[in-house]
């Protein structure tokens, strides 16, 4: 996906939020917002599909699978039908998106577009910078900004990571083996490839082990986390791991520590 388009979305949602007067994160009611913009939404015992955009016109409908349970899920599935709303008019008048289309990875262009359009509505950057941890992230400071935006961790930590708020990089492993990972454009270094096996040293691989919660940052071996011939044994990440036990699945946020031989390091040498 160019960065044009998702510069798109982000513009568009941006110019909602001002058109609407939105100017603290409590104001961000996203069903409101759909109405306000042309769109109904409605709670239904769908099928193969975690929501569904019927469109005539310049009016639509947004349907959303009744038994979602978590809300932060439900709020992103409803903003990103938005985003096709008002981005994909030229799109077939009944559309559906399935779990695996909401997601961050495996996604279409347009399904990634609505992505971008639906974390900037719900997590918009100038409100979402001002509550970012000032110093290194922590269970706690993620946790305030998923209750602040009243979304999931995992939009979080991908809209932390997006927006650059230090050089890091989230990966999310599944029954041991990584599953996708997101970077930041300053995050220079070869993630381990999505299906390889989590190695022991990580935090979550200690988790995949012995079942370990979630704790405080911790230094991990770069060559734990990355498949690169220019990473130095002696180099390091800071991994925070925030497990879902529920879901057989880790979130690690990684970065690289200021200051050090990986944060002065130039590929260009």
Not at 54 to 66: L, P, S
Not at 87 to 93: C, N, S, T
Not at 168 to 180: I, N
Request: aromatic share 8%; hydrophobic share 45%.
């Amino acid at each position: 996906m160019t960065s044009s388009v998702s510069a798109r979305a982000a513009a568009k949602a941006r110019t909602i939020i001002s058109e609407l007067g939105i100017y603290d994160a409590l104001q961000i009611d996203v069903e409101a917002i759909a109405f306000a913009r042309g769109a109904l939404v409605v709670e239904r015992p769908l099928r193969g599909a975690s929501a569904r955009l019927i469109r005539r016109g310049d009016k639509g409908v947004i349907a959303v699978r009744e038994d979602i349970r978590e809300l932060g899920q439900k709020r992103f599935c409803v903003a990103h039908e938005l985003g096709h709303f008002e981005l994909h008019k030229k799109a077939d008048q009944l559309a559906f998106c399935t779990d695996e289309m909401v997601s961050w990875y495996k996604a279409r262009p347009e399904e990634t577009e609505a992505n971008e359009f639906a974390a900037e509505l719900l997590m918009p950057e100038n409100l979402f910078r001002s509550l970012c941890p000032q110093t290194e992230p922590t269970v706690s400071g993620i946790e305030v900004l998923t209750e602040a935006f009243k979304t999931t961790l995992t939009a979080a930590l991908v809209r932390f990571v997006d927006l650059g708020a230090r050089v890091s990089a989230l990966v999310v492993s599944r029954d041991g083996r990584v599953r996708w990972f997101r970077a930041g454009k300053d995050f220079r270094f070869r993630i381990r490839s999505p299906g390889r096996a989590v190695d022991p040293r990580s935090c979550a691989g200690s988790f995949f082990q012995k079942r370990a919660g979630a704790g405080e940052p911790d230094v991990v071996s770069a060559s734990a986390w990355l498949e690169d011939s220019r990473v130095e044994s002696s180099w390091t990440l800071r991994e925070l791991l925030l497990p879902l036990p529920r879901y057989a699945t880790t979130l690690s946020l990684l970065w690289v520590p200021p200051g050090s031989a990986m944060d002065a390091f130039d590929e260009d040498e």
